[in-house]
Protein backbone atom coordinates (compact mmCIF):
# COMPACT_ATOMS: atom_id res chain seq x y z
CA UNK A 1 0.00 0.00 0.00
CA UNK A 2 2.66 2.40 1.24
CA UNK A 3 4.39 1.77 -2.60
CA UNK A 4 1.32 2.29 -4.48
CA UNK A 5 0.79 5.91 -2.62
CA UNK A 6 4.01 6.88 -3.10
CA UNK A 7 3.69 6.45 -6.89
CA UNK A 8 0.49 8.24 -7.42
CA UNK A 9 1.68 11.01 -5.02
CA UNK A 10 4.48 11.51 -7.56
CA UNK A 11 2.18 11.26 -10.85
CA UNK A 12 -0.21 13.71 -8.90
CA UNK A 13 2.83 16.16 -7.84
CA UNK A 14 1.41 16.18 -3.91
CA UNK A 15 2.47 14.07 -0.86
CA UNK A 16 -0.37 12.87 0.84
CA UNK A 17 -1.07 9.70 3.48
CA UNK A 18 -4.50 8.82 2.34
CA UNK A 19 -5.51 6.90 -1.21
CA UNK A 20 -7.77 9.91 -1.60
CA UNK A 21 -5.47 12.68 -1.67
CA UNK A 22 -2.75 10.95 -3.89
CA UNK A 23 -4.60 11.53 -7.32
CA UNK A 24 -6.11 9.84 -9.94
CA UNK A 25 -4.75 5.96 -10.78
CA UNK A 26 -2.07 5.75 -13.75
CA UNK A 27 -5.17 3.64 -15.75
CA UNK A 28 -7.53 6.62 -15.39
CA UNK A 29 -5.01 9.15 -16.47
CA UNK A 30 -4.28 6.78 -19.55
CA UNK A 31 -8.10 7.13 -20.23
CA UNK A 32 -7.77 10.55 -19.86
CA UNK A 33 -5.20 11.32 -21.78
CA UNK A 34 -6.52 9.03 -24.52
CA UNK A 35 -9.44 11.30 -24.82
CA UNK A 36 -7.29 14.39 -25.45
CA UNK A 37 -7.88 16.55 -29.08
CA UNK A 38 -4.46 15.79 -31.18
CA UNK A 39 -2.76 19.79 -30.92
CA UNK A 40 0.80 18.38 -31.35
CA UNK A 41 2.61 15.44 -32.57
CA UNK A 42 6.27 15.52 -32.57
CA UNK A 43 9.06 12.57 -32.70
CA UNK A 44 12.60 13.04 -31.73
CA UNK A 45 15.45 10.72 -32.83
CA UNK A 46 18.92 10.56 -31.03
CA UNK A 47 21.32 9.34 -33.63
CA UNK A 48 24.20 7.53 -32.37
CA UNK A 49 28.27 8.89 -31.86
CA UNK A 50 29.49 6.06 -33.53
CA UNK A 51 31.05 5.99 -37.09
CA UNK A 52 28.99 5.64 -39.56
CA UNK A 53 26.03 6.59 -37.55
CA UNK A 54 24.88 9.53 -40.08
CA UNK A 55 22.91 9.48 -42.93
CA UNK A 56 21.93 10.89 -46.35
CA UNK A 57 19.39 8.36 -46.89
CA UNK A 58 15.22 9.46 -47.08
CA UNK A 59 14.13 8.60 -43.62
CA UNK A 60 10.70 8.20 -42.91
CA UNK A 61 7.73 7.14 -40.51
CA UNK A 62 4.17 5.95 -41.04
CA UNK A 63 1.58 6.19 -38.41
CA UNK A 64 -1.36 3.47 -38.21
CA UNK A 65 -2.58 3.13 -41.51
CA UNK A 66 -1.40 6.51 -43.57
CA UNK A 67 1.51 6.64 -46.06
CA UNK A 68 4.73 6.95 -45.13
CA UNK A 69 5.79 11.28 -43.87
CA UNK A 70 9.24 11.97 -44.81
CA UNK A 71 11.33 13.67 -42.59
CA UNK A 72 13.25 16.28 -44.22
CA UNK A 73 14.34 19.91 -42.70
CA UNK A 74 16.41 22.32 -43.72
CA UNK A 75 19.25 21.55 -41.97
CA UNK A 76 21.34 18.14 -42.37
CA UNK A 77 19.24 15.33 -41.29
CA UNK A 78 20.41 12.53 -39.56
CA UNK A 79 23.54 13.53 -38.24
CA UNK A 80 25.69 11.63 -35.78
CA UNK A 81 25.51 12.70 -32.17
CA UNK A 82 22.54 15.02 -32.71
CA UNK A 83 18.93 15.04 -31.54
CA UNK A 84 16.58 15.73 -34.45
CA UNK A 85 12.79 16.35 -34.18
CA UNK A 86 10.33 16.72 -36.41
CA UNK A 87 6.53 17.42 -36.35
CA UNK A 88 4.12 14.78 -38.30
CA UNK A 89 0.77 15.85 -39.06
CA UNK A 90 -2.27 16.12 -36.39
CA UNK A 91 -5.29 16.78 -39.08
CA UNK A 92 -6.53 12.78 -39.48
CA UNK A 93 -6.67 12.38 -35.72
CA UNK A 94 -9.48 12.95 -33.64
CA UNK A 95 -8.06 12.04 -30.45
CA UNK A 96 -4.66 10.94 -28.90
CA UNK A 97 -6.26 7.08 -28.79
CA UNK A 98 -6.25 7.24 -32.59
CA UNK A 99 -2.55 7.45 -32.99
CA UNK A 100 -1.63 3.45 -32.31
CA UNK A 101 1.66 3.00 -33.78
CA UNK A 102 4.19 4.75 -35.32
CA UNK A 103 6.81 2.71 -37.84
CA UNK A 104 10.64 4.43 -38.03
CA UNK A 105 11.95 2.95 -41.81
CA UNK A 106 14.71 4.24 -44.46
CA UNK A 107 15.00 3.68 -48.42
CA UNK A 108 18.52 3.57 -50.12
CA UNK A 109 21.79 1.59 -48.83
CA UNK A 110 23.35 4.48 -46.06
CA UNK A 111 22.76 2.75 -42.82
CA UNK A 112 21.91 5.24 -39.81
CA UNK A 113 22.25 4.01 -36.02
CA UNK A 114 19.59 5.35 -33.63
CA UNK A 115 20.52 5.72 -29.78
CA UNK A 116 16.78 6.48 -29.49
CA UNK A 117 13.10 7.83 -30.29
CA UNK A 118 11.12 9.65 -28.42
CA UNK A 119 7.08 10.39 -29.38
CA UNK A 120 4.89 12.97 -27.62
CA UNK A 121 1.85 14.05 -28.68
CA UNK A 122 0.63 17.50 -26.82
CA UNK A 123 3.71 16.96 -24.63
CA UNK A 124 2.92 13.90 -23.22
CA UNK A 125 5.14 10.90 -23.37
CA UNK A 126 3.69 8.44 -25.64
CA UNK A 127 6.36 6.47 -27.03
CA UNK A 128 10.17 5.78 -26.14
CA UNK A 129 12.70 3.28 -27.29
CA UNK A 130 15.82 3.54 -25.94
CA UNK A 131 18.93 1.36 -27.58
CA UNK A 132 21.81 2.81 -25.97
CA UNK A 133 22.51 -0.23 -23.83
CA UNK A 134 22.24 -2.13 -27.17
CA UNK A 135 24.81 -4.47 -28.41
CA UNK A 136 24.69 -5.10 -32.18
CA UNK A 137 26.37 -7.06 -34.73
CA UNK A 138 28.28 -4.08 -34.92
CA UNK A 139 29.30 -3.85 -30.68
CA UNK A 140 27.71 -0.27 -30.97
CA UNK A 141 25.13 0.86 -28.46
CA UNK A 142 23.02 2.00 -30.89
CA UNK A 143 20.53 0.23 -33.05
CA UNK A 144 21.39 0.76 -36.88
CA UNK A 145 18.59 0.56 -39.42
CA UNK A 146 19.83 -0.41 -42.62
CA UNK A 147 19.52 -2.88 -45.19
CA UNK A 148 22.74 -5.06 -45.16
CA UNK A 149 22.09 -8.57 -44.58
CA UNK A 150 21.33 -9.21 -41.06
CA UNK A 151 19.66 -5.75 -39.99
CA UNK A 152 16.42 -4.42 -40.46
CA UNK A 153 15.32 -0.75 -42.28
CA UNK A 154 12.73 -0.20 -39.49
CA UNK A 155 11.49 -0.17 -36.15
CA UNK A 156 7.83 0.17 -34.84
CA UNK A 157 6.69 1.55 -31.59
CA UNK A 158 3.09 0.84 -30.16
CA UNK A 159 2.26 4.28 -28.46
CA UNK A 160 0.63 4.78 -25.25
CA UNK A 161 0.57 7.52 -22.84
CA UNK A 162 3.51 6.95 -20.26
CA UNK A 163 3.46 7.46 -16.53
CA UNK A 164 6.86 7.15 -15.92
CA UNK A 165 9.32 9.90 -15.97
CA UNK A 166 6.48 11.95 -18.03
CA UNK A 167 4.27 14.66 -15.47
CA UNK A 168 1.43 12.59 -16.83
CA UNK A 169 -1.28 14.11 -14.49
CA UNK A 170 0.28 17.75 -15.19
CA UNK A 171 0.06 17.37 -18.88
CA UNK A 172 -3.63 15.66 -18.86
CA UNK A 173 -4.99 18.93 -16.49
CA UNK A 174 -3.03 21.32 -18.52
CA UNK A 175 -4.39 20.06 -21.93
CA UNK A 176 -8.27 19.61 -20.51
CA UNK A 177 -7.89 22.97 -19.58
CA UNK A 178 -7.07 23.75 -22.73
CA UNK A 179 -9.75 22.17 -24.43
CA UNK A 180 -12.20 24.05 -21.62
CA UNK A 181 -11.42 27.25 -23.07
CA UNK A 182 -10.10 28.00 -19.34
CA UNK A 183 -6.52 28.25 -20.43
CA UNK A 184 -5.43 29.67 -23.55
CA UNK A 185 -3.21 27.60 -26.33
CA UNK A 186 0.13 29.47 -27.56
CA UNK A 187 1.69 28.24 -31.04
CA UNK A 188 4.96 30.20 -31.06
CA UNK A 189 6.13 31.56 -34.25
CA UNK A 190 9.03 28.70 -34.09
CA UNK A 191 6.76 25.83 -33.85
CA UNK A 192 4.53 27.54 -36.68
CA UNK A 193 7.92 27.31 -38.74
CA UNK A 194 8.96 24.26 -37.79
CA UNK A 195 5.63 22.58 -38.58
CA UNK A 196 5.57 24.39 -42.02
CA UNK A 197 9.30 22.98 -42.82
CA UNK A 198 7.82 19.22 -41.81
CA UNK A 199 5.33 19.92 -44.22
CA UNK A 200 7.39 21.45 -46.79
CA UNK A 201 9.95 19.20 -46.78
CA UNK A 202 7.93 15.53 -46.92
CA UNK A 203 6.01 17.71 -49.89
CA UNK A 204 9.79 18.51 -51.57
CA UNK A 205 10.85 14.50 -50.70
CA UNK A 206 7.36 13.17 -52.29
CA UNK A 207 7.73 15.20 -55.25
CA UNK A 208 10.17 17.42 -55.44
CA UNK A 209 12.96 14.91 -56.24
CA UNK A 210 15.88 16.36 -57.13
CA UNK A 211 14.90 18.97 -59.20
CA UNK A 212 14.18 21.96 -55.68
CA UNK A 213 15.90 21.74 -52.36
CA UNK A 214 15.87 23.16 -49.26
CA UNK A 215 18.97 26.72 -49.64
CA UNK A 216 21.13 27.92 -47.82
CA UNK A 217 19.00 29.25 -44.73
CA UNK A 218 21.68 28.61 -42.21
CA UNK A 219 19.70 28.15 -39.39
CA UNK A 220 16.39 25.88 -38.51
CA UNK A 221 14.18 29.05 -38.72
CA UNK A 222 15.95 30.69 -41.86
CA UNK A 223 14.55 28.12 -44.30
CA UNK A 224 11.02 28.90 -42.95
CA UNK A 225 10.73 32.43 -41.99
CA UNK A 226 7.66 33.67 -40.95
CA UNK A 227 6.52 37.14 -39.49
CA UNK A 228 3.53 39.00 -38.68
CA UNK A 229 1.85 41.13 -41.43
CA UNK A 230 -0.73 43.66 -41.16
CA UNK A 231 -3.62 41.92 -39.39
CA UNK A 232 -3.40 39.89 -36.65
CA UNK A 233 -4.40 36.49 -38.30
CA UNK A 234 -1.51 37.17 -41.53
CA UNK A 235 1.86 36.22 -41.90
CA UNK A 236 4.24 36.93 -44.65
CA UNK A 237 6.30 33.73 -45.37
CA UNK A 238 9.59 33.60 -46.58
CA UNK A 239 10.80 29.86 -48.72
CA UNK A 240 14.47 29.36 -48.89
CA UNK A 241 15.29 26.86 -51.63
CA UNK A 242 17.85 25.96 -54.22
CA UNK A 243 17.83 23.96 -57.26
CA UNK A 244 19.27 20.70 -57.34
CA UNK A 245 22.72 20.13 -58.66
CA UNK A 246 22.71 23.94 -58.80
CA UNK A 247 24.12 26.76 -56.59
CA UNK A 248 20.95 28.90 -57.71
CA UNK A 249 18.81 30.41 -55.04
CA UNK A 250 14.98 29.78 -55.28
CA UNK A 251 13.11 32.45 -52.98
CA UNK A 252 9.35 32.48 -52.60
CA UNK A 253 7.53 34.63 -50.33
CA UNK A 254 3.57 33.02 -49.20
CA UNK A 255 1.22 35.31 -47.59
CA UNK A 256 -0.84 33.35 -45.17
CA UNK A 257 -3.77 33.80 -43.23
CA UNK A 258 -4.96 31.60 -40.73
CA UNK A 259 -8.93 30.41 -40.91
CA UNK A 260 -9.85 31.73 -44.29
CA UNK A 261 -12.88 29.61 -45.90
CA UNK A 262 -12.18 26.29 -45.24
CA UNK A 263 -8.43 25.99 -44.73
CA UNK A 264 -7.17 26.55 -41.40
CA UNK A 265 -3.28 28.01 -43.08
CA UNK A 266 -4.51 29.19 -46.45
CA UNK A 267 -1.37 30.41 -49.01
CA UNK A 268 -0.87 32.46 -51.69
CA UNK A 269 2.16 33.19 -53.59
CA UNK A 270 3.22 36.55 -53.70
CA UNK A 271 6.57 36.52 -55.03
CA UNK A 272 9.33 34.39 -56.41
CA UNK A 273 12.87 34.95 -57.44
CA UNK A 274 15.95 33.27 -58.67
CA UNK A 275 18.87 33.96 -61.17
CA UNK A 276 17.92 30.49 -62.95
CA UNK A 277 15.02 31.59 -64.91
CA UNK A 278 15.01 29.23 -67.22
CA UNK A 279 14.32 26.81 -63.98
CA UNK A 280 11.55 28.63 -63.31
CA UNK A 281 8.61 26.96 -64.47
CA UNK A 282 8.56 23.55 -63.57
CA UNK A 283 10.19 24.50 -60.01
CA UNK A 284 7.48 26.55 -58.85
CA UNK A 285 4.38 24.34 -60.65
CA UNK A 286 6.41 21.60 -59.18
CA UNK A 287 6.62 23.32 -55.94
CA UNK A 288 2.88 24.50 -56.13
CA UNK A 289 1.24 20.93 -57.00
CA UNK A 290 3.61 18.84 -54.21
CA UNK A 291 3.32 21.86 -50.95
CA UNK A 292 0.69 24.07 -51.17
CA UNK A 293 -2.61 22.92 -49.46
CA UNK A 294 -4.87 26.08 -50.49
CA UNK A 295 -3.89 28.90 -52.97
CA UNK A 296 -5.64 32.49 -52.43
CA UNK A 297 -7.38 34.65 -54.84
CA UNK A 298 -5.55 36.11 -57.24
CA UNK A 299 -2.46 33.48 -57.47
CA UNK A 300 -3.31 32.55 -61.01
CA UNK A 301 -2.46 36.70 -62.19
CA UNK A 302 0.58 36.49 -59.88
CA UNK A 303 1.66 33.18 -61.35
CA UNK A 304 0.85 33.95 -64.81
CA UNK A 305 3.33 37.33 -64.35
CA UNK A 306 5.90 34.81 -63.03
CA UNK A 307 5.70 33.33 -66.52
CA UNK A 308 4.19 29.82 -65.36
CA UNK A 309 1.49 28.58 -67.94
CA UNK A 310 -1.60 29.57 -67.72
CA UNK A 311 -3.44 26.03 -67.66
CA UNK A 312 -1.86 26.32 -63.78
CA UNK A 313 -3.45 29.04 -62.77
CA UNK A 314 -6.77 27.86 -63.77
CA UNK A 315 -6.45 24.46 -62.06
CA UNK A 316 -5.21 25.92 -59.16
CA UNK A 317 -7.85 28.82 -58.71
CA UNK A 318 -11.05 26.67 -59.27
CA UNK A 319 -9.68 23.04 -59.25
CA UNK A 320 -7.35 22.84 -56.68
CA UNK A 321 -8.18 19.74 -54.74
CA UNK A 322 -8.44 17.89 -58.49
CA UNK A 323 -4.53 18.70 -59.17
CA UNK A 324 -3.48 17.80 -55.38
CA UNK A 325 -6.26 15.25 -54.03
CA UNK A 326 -3.57 12.59 -52.67
CA UNK A 327 -1.64 15.41 -50.83
CA UNK A 328 -4.20 17.11 -49.27
CA UNK A 329 -5.77 16.63 -45.52
CA UNK A 330 -7.78 13.51 -45.10
CA UNK A 331 -10.17 12.33 -42.76
CA UNK A 332 -10.83 8.40 -41.56
CA UNK A 333 -14.26 8.62 -43.37
CA UNK A 334 -13.12 9.50 -47.02
CA UNK A 335 -10.30 6.93 -46.05
CA UNK A 336 -13.24 4.19 -45.68
CA UNK A 337 -14.92 5.84 -48.58
CA UNK A 338 -12.24 4.60 -50.84
CA UNK A 339 -12.39 1.20 -49.21
CA UNK A 340 -9.45 1.26 -47.03
CA UNK A 341 -6.87 3.00 -49.41
CA UNK A 342 -3.69 4.53 -47.43
CA UNK A 343 -3.93 8.48 -46.75
CA UNK A 344 -1.46 10.95 -48.24
CA UNK A 345 -0.26 13.30 -45.23
CA UNK A 346 1.32 16.04 -46.96
CA UNK A 347 -0.04 19.38 -47.11
CA UNK A 348 0.59 22.68 -44.65
CA UNK A 349 -3.66 22.21 -43.44
CA UNK A 350 -2.58 18.42 -42.16
CA UNK A 351 0.19 20.07 -39.11
CA UNK A 352 -2.45 22.11 -37.35
CA UNK A 353 -5.99 20.68 -35.42
CA UNK A 354 -9.53 21.44 -37.16
CA UNK A 355 -10.80 22.77 -33.86
CA UNK A 356 -8.38 25.54 -34.47
CA UNK A 357 -10.60 27.58 -36.67
CA UNK A 358 -13.82 26.06 -35.09
CA UNK A 359 -16.92 28.33 -34.70
CA UNK A 360 -16.19 30.68 -31.25
CA UNK A 361 -12.24 29.64 -31.11
CA UNK A 362 -10.37 32.70 -30.95
CA UNK A 363 -6.94 33.92 -32.89
CA UNK A 364 -4.50 36.52 -32.54
CA UNK A 365 -0.86 36.91 -33.74
CA UNK A 366 1.10 39.17 -31.72
CA UNK A 367 3.89 41.25 -32.49
CA UNK A 368 6.53 38.57 -31.93
CA UNK A 369 4.63 36.34 -34.46
CA UNK A 370 3.35 34.00 -31.53
CA UNK A 371 -0.60 32.60 -32.15
CA UNK A 372 -2.75 32.77 -28.75
CA UNK A 373 -5.70 30.39 -29.38
CA UNK A 374 -8.80 30.18 -27.08
CA UNK A 375 -10.92 27.47 -27.98
CA UNK A 376 -14.35 28.66 -26.47
Keep these: MKRVLMLAAVIGGAVSSTAHAAGPSAQELGQRARALSVRSFKVSIDVGDVKDASSSDNIFVTVNHYRPFHLNHGIVDFKRDLTHTYDLPVGPFQTLGDIESLTLAKGGTDGVCIQSVKVTVDGILVGFRDFSKEKNKGGKNCHWLDNDPGYKNQITLKLNPSVEGNDLDDKVRYNEQVERGTREWVVSKQDFQLRLMSAIGHGLQVRGGKKVKWGYGGGSSKYVQADRASGNRDYNIDLDMKFGGSTK ?14 SLVATQITNVSTKERSAIKRAVGNLIESLIGEIGEGAADGLAMLGVPKEYGEKLGNKIEALTKDYLIDTPERAEKRAGSRIQLSSIND ?5 MCAP ?7 GDGNITIRFK
Design 351 to 355: MFPAE
Design 249 to 262: ELDIDLAAQLCKGK
Design 360 to 366: GAKRQID
